[in-house]
């Protein structure tokens, strides 16, 4: 069974600064998908950022950025220049390729951004 | 285009009684989910819909869960009788049937069972 595993309940950084979140998963897979969800107070899931194992070349969106390690399976999330609307839950996911398949979620960091 | 609608946003019941959550995907979108999120953890699936047919129901607890998705687009989520370990948000999702992408989130229910 697939897992996916986030080792920093909490994380904080100042605005405008740089913080990296990290992420490991376990899989027998070769092809799969990466995925990092934001989530406010207003609950719903938010995509920030998705990553294609069979890409080597890691994703970025904006101010959002991932480094895919995949002999590693480690799948860190980098936001630059953060704002204070970033604060929220961050879930790393993983799900097979394929139609239809399901995600199955880390267990969260949650992002203070300070003043 | 609209969003995953859900309802309702919150609920509080006594334990024992019962209570059903509704979810209206994405037009268009064949796959549903249903997952729960207790505090301080990640969503976990319950059961997975391919138009009204189950995909996966392994982590639902069929004793006192249910779900149904009639004609391929609501589905209604039921617990009877519920307990406190069932306080919780219950997301739905919906998803296009093709490549990993595609995956859109309701703003959820959040259950308390007193």
């Known amino acids: 069974a697939q897992t996916v595993t986030q080792s920093q309940p909490e994380m904080s950084v100042q605005e405008a600064e740089t913080v990296t979140l990290s992420c490991t998963y376990d899989?027998?897979?070769?092809?799969?998908?990466l995925f990092w969800y934001k989530q406010p107070p207003s609950r719903q899931m938010i995509l920030v950022i998705r990553q294609e194992a069979y890409k080597q070349q890691n994703a970025t969106e904006n101010r959002f950025s991932v480094n895919f390690q995949k002999a590693a399976k480690s799948f860190s999330l980098k936001i630059s220049d953060s704002q204070l609307g970033d604060a929220a839950m961050y879930f790393c996911?993983?799900?097979?390729?394929?139609?239809?398949?399901?995600?199955?979620f880390g267990t969260g960091t949650r992002l203070q951004v300070t003043l | 285009e609209a969003g995953v609608a859900q309802s309702p946003r919150y609920k509080i019941i006594e334990k024992r009684q019962s209570v059903a959550f509704w979810c209206n995907p994405i037009s268009g979108h064949a796959t549903l989910y249903w997952y729960q999120q207790i505090l301080g953890q990640g969503p976990k699936l319950l059961i997975q819909?391919?138009?009204?047919?189950?995909?996966?129901d392994s982590q639902l607890p069929k004793d006192r869960f249910s779900a149904e998705r009639l004609k391929g687009v609501d589905s209604t989520l039921k617990i009877q009788p519920a307990k406190l370990e069932d306080s919780a948000v219950y997301l739905c999702?919906?998803?296009?049937?093709?490549?990993?992408?595609?995956?859109?989130f309701g703003s959820g229910t959040r259950l308390t069972v007193v």
């Open positions: 996911a993983y799900s097979l390729t394929g139609t239809a398949s399901k995600l199955t």
């Open positions: 899989t027998s897979e070769s092809d799969y998908y």
């Open positions: 819909f391919q138009n009204n047919g189950v995909v996966d």
């Open positions: 999702a919906s998803s296009q049937p093709d490549r990993g992408v595609g995956y859109t």
